[in-house]
């Protein structure tokens, strides 16, 4: 199932949203009513990967080509959209740049927006964060994050599944943001919010992103300072078509 849209186009998001949208809130979901239940479920139908990325030092559970659900009929699948089982190239980006750079979180209060499989938060823990908190509006995406936390020997971090973007933020330092910029929407909506949290709480923000169009083409563009650049590995290219790099970015609106 996943092998097929990443044939398609997995850099195209939104065909993965149509994709699995379908399947929403189908009655599969009764099967699957208790976190415990979603662990079998993830323990089930993903494999470790600690490596094929860019940062092999990280332990991930995700989906590969040895998993039931990559081939499989995608009405199959009993959640949202598995956005938590990839490992997307602006977040590994983002992660690396963290793990090479200690200094970026260590001590802060970071938040990881949209944290998905949560890279980017163990790897903000790993380096020595104050607090972090895993924010993802997908409910199995927390569990999934729990369940890499503990692949990776880091406490179970805090996670929160409400819609945070609009909202006031003043107990945080650090935003991370990896691959958040895949529609238009949701870039205007995030460069608002973000604008304000820097402006009102000087908030710091890193972006990580594989030059997707809902950000190259947004103003918010003309604000970023990058501050690292990565090459996407082979396998990571192969399933990302016309995406070979992955840049860091850091937001530093006029003030
Ligand atoms: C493309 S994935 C990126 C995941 C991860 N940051 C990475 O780079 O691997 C986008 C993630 O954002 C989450 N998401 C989408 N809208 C969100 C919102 N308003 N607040 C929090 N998470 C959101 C999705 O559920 C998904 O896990």
């Keep these: 199932m996943l092998g097929l849209l990443k044939q398609q186009s997995v850099s195209r998001v939104s065909t993965l949203v149509r994709a699995f949208g379908t399947n ?7 099967c699957y009513d208790t976190d415990h239940d979603i662990r079998t479920f993830i323990l089930d139908n993903t494999e470790i990967v600690g490596g094929q990325n860019l940062t092999p030092e990280i332990k991930l559970r995700l989906f590969t080509p040895n998993c039931r659900f990559w081939h499989a009929r995608p009405e199959l699948w009993p959640f949202p959209d598995p956005f938590w089982a990839i490992y997307w190239p602006g977040g590994q980006a983002l992660t ?10 260590r001590g802060k209060r ?11 938060a163990i790897a903000a823990k790993l380096c020595g964060a104050a607090h972090v908190v895993a924010n993802d509006i997908d409910t199995v995406a927390t569990i999934a994050i729990q369940m890499n936390c503990a692949l990776n020997a880091v406490e179970p971090l805090t996670c929160i599944t409400d819609n945070m973007i609009g909202s006031e933020l003043a107990d945080y ?3 991370l943001l990896g691959d958040m910029f895949y529609e238009e929407d949701l870039a205007d909506r995030l460069h608002s919010w973000l604008d304000h949290c820097i402006k009102t709480h000087g908030t710091q923000v890193l972006i990580g992103d594989p030059g997707r169009a809902p950000l ?24 990302n078509y016309g995406l070979t790099c992955s840049t860091v970015w850091y937001y530093s609106p006029e003030l």
Excluded: M, T, W
């Design 24 to 30: 929403r809130n189908k009655c599969f979901l009764k």
């Design 110 to 120: 970071v938040l990881d927006l949209g944290s998905g499989c949560g890279a980017s």
């Design 216 to 239: 190259e083409g947004h103003r918010i563009k003309k604000l970023l300072r990058q501050l690292a650049q990565f090459e996407l590995n082979e396998s990571v290219r192969e399933e």
């Design 173 to 175: 330092d650090l935003i």
């Design 96 to 105: 690396r740049y963290l793990l090479d750079n200690p200094r970026v979180s």
